[in-house]
């Protein structure tokens, strides 16, 4: 099973900016889809955005032109840039890989803006 190890999340202020990375420990490239989730204190998990292997990409509406996603395969690592951030954007971010049907999820990294 390829494990997914987030890094990169800290303390911001609002307004700043913040690079997540997710380092699989085999090919990216195997997978169908590669994604950022983000679970918010007390509140549900949530889709932030999503790349295809063939570079599809999926925004959440309250991150579209703030983040980016972006992925490198001969690094087998996904990124993402966060702009402008804000303290919604307060949250544990996960990443998720899927092949084949299966999923699998990272540890998270802890994300916190102040204002």
């Known amino acids: 099973q390829v494990q997914l190890v987030e890094s990169g999340g800290g303390l911001v202020q609002a307004g700043g900016s913040l690079s997540l990375s997710c380092a699989a420990s085999?090919?990216?490239?195997?997978?169908?889809?590669m994604a950022w989730y983000r679970q918010p204190p007390g509140k549900q998990r949530e889709l932030v955005a999503a790349?295809?292997?063939?570079?599809?990409?999926n925004y959440a509406r309250s991150v579209k032109g703030r983040f980016i996603i972006s992925k490198d395969n001969r690094k087998n690592t996904v990124y993402l840039q966060m702009n402008s951030l804000k303290p919604d954007d307060t949250a544990v971010y996960y990443c998720?890989?899927?092949?084949?049907?299966?999923?699998?999820w990272g540890q998270g990294t802890q994300v916190t803006v102040s204002s």
């Open positions: 998720q890989g899927v092949r084949s049907g299966v999923t699998s």
């Open positions: 085999g090919s990216i490239f195997s997978f169908n889809a």
């Open positions: 790349i295809t292997n063939v570079g599809i990409i």
